[in-house]
Nanobody, 117 residues
Framework: QVQLVESGGGLVQPGGSLTLSCAAS????????MSWYRQAPGKERELVARISSTTMLTNYADSVKGRFTISRDNAKNTVYLQMNSLKPEDTAMYYCHAQRRDWTVYWGQGAQVTVSS
């Protein structure tokens, strides 16, 4: 059974930091590209950051470049999203996403991040 379990969300003040974690199981994690998406109320889900499976190539949405860092630990089957200098517009539900080499995709249940004073 495939599972993607996010953790680390919460309430943070503007300018603060949070780290999201996504623990994966039920598939070959090291062979999957991993991403974080987010969806704010009334908006479409958008890609935040992605890390490839083998070369660890990363790419980011323009809105988070220089503030967010995606990383992965294949030994722990976990992907992380370090979020610094958070802004109110970063408030959203953050979703972990996995894409296998056969293009099968999996989604986590989401972790709420709220940036507010």
């Amino acid at each position: 059974q495939v599972q993607l379990v996010e953790s680390g969300g919460g309430l943070v003040q503007p300018g603060g930091s949070l780290t999201l974690s996504c623990a994966a199981s039920g598939f070959t994690f090291s062979s999957a590209a991993m991403s974080w998406y987010r969806q704010a109320p009334g908006k479409e889900r958008e890609l935040v950051a992605r890390i490839s499976s083998t070369t660890m190539l990363t790419n980011y949405a323009d809105s988070v470049k220089g503030r967010f860092t995606i990383s992965r630990d294949n030994a722990k089957n976990t992907v992380y999203l370090q979020m610094n200098s958070l802004k109110p517009e970063d408030t959203a539900m953050y979703y972990c996403h996995a894409q296998r080499r056969d293009w099968t995709v999996y989604w986590g249940q989401g972790a709420q991040v709220t940036v507010s004073s």
